[in-house]
């Protein structure tokens, strides 16, 4: 009979496999109060774009997962985003290591608000690792389409730079955090915040290349 840890490390080994075949994505549905349900329109669009333009095949509606879901294995990227609070229990913050240390993906965008409750959170996930900001010529922002100035600005707050960071195991990419971009606005349908085409098309473009960049690596 297994044991407990050999099984786990099965599961997770299989679970690593599954997503060499799977294009599906998910929406993480996190506790603390946040509207972990902004932009509703966002992940189906970029699906629809994606699918459209660099020769993906996702699914077209995203799955919703929990933080501590076994679920959440099944799909190699995991979208997160909202304005507030945020709270991992113990149990969601190791399943959420366990998940991106075996595999998967994780990309949070922060849609204005979120980065002061956030950032103590991933502390649980990862107490030994630090946010790092991905240079302008990280492969995430060349991989389908070209941003030489790194992550675009979509929509203004509080007249900062967009700031793209990240966790690393081993050199693998495993959190993308992105600030003061607002990606997934761009995302939505034209008519939610008016975007000129030009600017959802940027915000759309990104998009693509982390999906395209998590699918290859």
């Given at each position: ?11 997770l ?8 075949e799977a ?5 993480l ?6 509207d972990?349900?902004a ?14 333009n ?7 509606k995203?799955v919703t ?8 294995f ?18 969601e ?17 922060d ?8 950032e103590k959170?991933?502390e ?38 967009p700031?793209a ?11 993308l ?14 008519e ?5 085409e030009?600017?959802?098309?940027k915000?759309l473009?990104?998009?693509?290349n982390i999906?395209k ?5």
């Amino acid at each position: 009979m297994l044991s407990f840890k050999k099984y786990i490390l099965l599961f997770l080994f299989l679970g690593f496999f599954q997503f060499l075949e799977a294009q599906e994505i998910a929406l993480l549905k996190y506790n603390g109060g946040g509207d972990w349900y902004a932009n509703p329109t966002s992940l189906p669009n970029l699906i629809t774009f994606s699918n459209n333009n660099i020769g993906t095949s996702i699914k077209s509606k995203p799955v919703t997962v929990t933080p501590g879901s076994s679920d959440i294995f099944q799909y190699p990227f995991v979208h997160m985003t909202g304005h507030g609070n945020v709270i991992f229990n113990q149990e969601e913050a190791e399943n959420l290591r366990n998940y991106l240390l075996s595999g998967g993906f994780l990309h949070i965008d922060d849609n204005y608000g979120m980065q002061q409750y956030l950032e103590k959170e991933l502390e649980k996930i990862f107490p030994e690792k630090k946010l790092e900001e991905l240079p302008a010529n990280h492969p995430i922002f060349s991989t389908a389409f070209n941003f030489p100035a790194g992550l675009p600005k979509i929509h203004e707050h509080d007249n900062r730079p967009p700031q793209a960071f990240g966790i690393f195991d081993e050199n693998r990419l495993v959190l993308l955090f992105t600030v003061e971009s607002d990606l997934g606005d761009g995302w939505e349908s034209p008519e939610v915040h008016n975007d000129p085409e030009e600017v959802r098309l940027k915000a759309l473009k990104m998009g693509a290349n982390i999906l395209k960049y998590v699918f290859e690596n």
